[in-house]
């Protein structure tokens, strides 16, 4: 249902934009959002899209990262800029089916995608 892609290796400072292609019945009135898990932590929400295009973002990321969402094609973007070695993760995709209204509460999303692995140096 979730597919992503766009990871790999940079050096920090530099910039990686992540893509999850959502299939099947994942539509527009789903909220999407990105959540990362590095080893030995918890997973953890990195920036949600709600169904009224309201951006949320974690304090580690704001300014930095930013989501978007081309409903046309079904895909949702990460844009991740001036990356930090504390920024390796794998990072994973979600959908929080409706109502929702657009969390970092990992419970709310029931579809996942199978992640990539982005390695900041």
């Known amino acids: 249902q979730l597919v992503e892609s766009g990871g790999g290796s940079v050096q920090a400072g530099g910039s990686l934009r992540l893509s999850c292609v959502a299939s099947g019945h994942i539509k527009r009135r789903y909220c999407m959002g990105w959540f990362r898990q590095a080893p030995g932590k918890r997973r953890e929400g990195v920036a949600v899209?709600?169904?009224?295009?309201?951006?949320i973002y974690s304090d580690s990321v704001k300014g930095r990262f930013s989501i978007s969402r081309d409903n046309a094609n079904n895909v949702l973007y990460l844009q991740m800029n001036n990356l930090k070695p504390e920024d390796t993760a794998v990072y994973y995709c979600a959908a929080d089916p409706p109502p929702c209204s657009g969390s970092f509460f990992t419970s709310k999303y029931i579809y996942w995608g199978q992640g990539t692995q982005v390695t900041v140096s």
């Open positions: 899209l709600n169904t009224n295009g309201r951006e």
